[in-house]
Each structure stands twice: as C-alpha cells, then as structure tokens.
C-alpha cells in the first residue's frame, strides 16, 4: 500500500491524506518494428487538446505524488519529481527517463539526486542547466536558510555535480521554484517560513553574475504566497501560482499569467482558466520546449490517486479572467 500525499506548493508542508495502489502500466508494444521519429516524443503519448490528460501513466504519473515534470529539448528525456512517505517524514526525488530506439526507459533516480529534499525543477530553454530546490548541506557562509536553489550542467548525455546558485540568490530566506529564460534571467520564489509569505523575484543575468533580486510588482505578486512560476524563454509571460493566505483549509489557489512588455512593464495578472483551475488544485506548471503543452501537477479529481502530472495544449492559456485587485 502506498500512502498518497497532498502536495503543498513548498515541500515542507507535505501532509498525507489518502491511500491509493499503483498507476497503471504502459501498453508494451506489439509492432515488430520499433516506433521512431515523433510519434515517440513525450513518452509515446497522445498529444493532449483543451482538456488535462494524465501524462504517461505508469511511466511518470503513479505510485507517490509527482511535482512536476519538465521535459529536455528534442522531446525525448523527461525530468520528474516525486514525493513519497517514509519512516520519519517524506522524501522528495527528482527522476529521469529517456527514450532510445523507440522505447523509453523504466524512470530512475537522477545522478544528482536521491539523498536529500530536491524538488521544483526547471530547465535552461537550451537544456544547459537544470534547476532546483534543494536542503542539501550548504556552505554556511552563502546560506543558513533551509532550502536553496542549487543547478546542474549538461555534459554530453548527462549532468555535472550539483551547484549552488551562489549569493545573491541564496543567502537572504528560504529560496525555490527557479525558471529561467534564454538570456539567463532567473524567476524564483522567497519565502517567509516564520510568517508564510511568499513572493516572486527576478535576477539579470550579466557578464555572468546575478545581480541583486528584483520584486516583481503587485499587478505579479497578487496573492499572499506567490510561487511555482515558469517564465517564458523570451520573458513575454509568467505563470504562476498564488493563494490568499496561510495553510491547507480553505485556501484556495490559482494558476496566473501576466504579461511583459518591451520596457519590462507587467500586465495585471489574470487567473487561467478552467483547464488549469477547475479542480484538483494546480500546482508548478512548465511549457515544453517547442511551446506546444503546458504540464503541471494537480490532485485526482475524484479521489483516486494523489498528485499526478497532467497536460494540455498551451492554446488553454488564452482562456482566462481579469483578477479583481489583490488577492491578499
């Protein structure tokens, strides 16, 4: 029996509710020939509309709760994160699983991963580096906060050790929930584990130094917890993910977009629509790399599962509805 858990949008706050089995397993293939081409991108999956699909049951969405899932450029490695409950508390694993020769891998631990909390995973938009939040040890002199954003780089078909993403990202409270955009600019949450505020930030990237965080403005930082936020490569919109207040009853999340200009202006953010905010409570929603699907973790609707990751078309972000102020 596996217990399921609740996925709160910051992994110290995981509390188990339910019990559920496995998920089911994938189809084996029966053609002698094996598949190619792009019928095997995204785990040989049915390209989803305007209505969520569980992605790749059995094979990324089963037993525990799936954070996220983000996938590398070219379709055929997919990254995961997972939550399960174990003697004394919780562990939270990034996974990976790649396809070759028309058949795609049994996931398994990342090499930078399996050790310590590591979640909320984030790609560069030219698969050079993954993101992370992590409690991995931290060299006291950068941090003494918690959890801190760390990185791997790609080396040929695989990852560096992991690295801490330095001061000023680190170092001032508890940081997470990394996106970035091409040019390097990186969007992340600081959070307020005392009193529980959240807030979404910015950091330029120049001459290959961060510079020192910007807040996003209210028209972004529309909730009281603000997090989970993926940035265009482009940096034309953000989505992200923002709630009232403090705790799990009777604090409703959402799914937001807001949109940038030229002159680094923000739109007000507008609530996305029922694909994303109907039910099940949505949580780190990612865009593939060719802009087609947008993924993001959310509870079984009817109960029968934990948290999987679900998928649909991007055309879903079109369909939202103007928020009315703050709401904080």
Known sequence: ??????????????????????????SPETDDEAPSGDEMLYAGQTPPGLTPTVFAPGLVSGPGDQGNAVVYPGGREIY????????????????????????????VVAPFSGTYMDAYIAL???GSRLYFQSNRPIDPAESTSE??????????????EARSMGRPINGGVDTGGA???????????????????QNLYRSSYVGGT???????????????????????????YLVFTAFPRVGHEGNPGAAYIAFRDSAGRWSPARRLGP???????????????D??????????????????????????????TATEGSTR
């Open 275 to 289: 694909a994303f905010n109907a039910e099940g409570q949505p949580s780190a929603l990612t865009i593939s790399p």
């Open 124 to 126: 560069h938009p030219d």
């Open 179 to 197: 996106s970035v955009t091409r040019d390097g600019t990186l969007y992340f949450t600081l959070m307020d584990l005392k009193g529980g505020a």
């Open 80 to 107: 995961f994160w997972e939550v399960e409950k174990q003697a004394g508390g919780v562990t939270a694993t990034i996974r990976m699983s790649h396809e070759e020769n028309g058949t795609w891998s049994a996931p």
């Open 1 to 26: 029996m596996v217990t399921r858990l609740t996925l709160r949008l910051v992994p110290w706050t995981f509390l188990a509710v339910a019990t559920s089995g496995c998920g089911s397993q994938p």
């Open 291 to 320: 802009g087609g699907y947008a993924f993001f973790a959310r509870q079984d609707p009817e109960g029968r599962n934990g948290r999987d990751v679900y998928w649909v078309s991007t055309k879903a972000l079109t369909d939202t």
């Open 210 to 236: 961060y510079q020192e965080p910007e807040l996003l403005p209210a028209e972004v930082n529309v909730g009281f917890q603000n997090c989970d936020s993926y940035v265009a490569p482009d940096e034309s």
């Open 147 to 160: 959890y801190n954003l760390w990185y791997v780089e790609r080396e040929g078909d695989g990852w560096s």
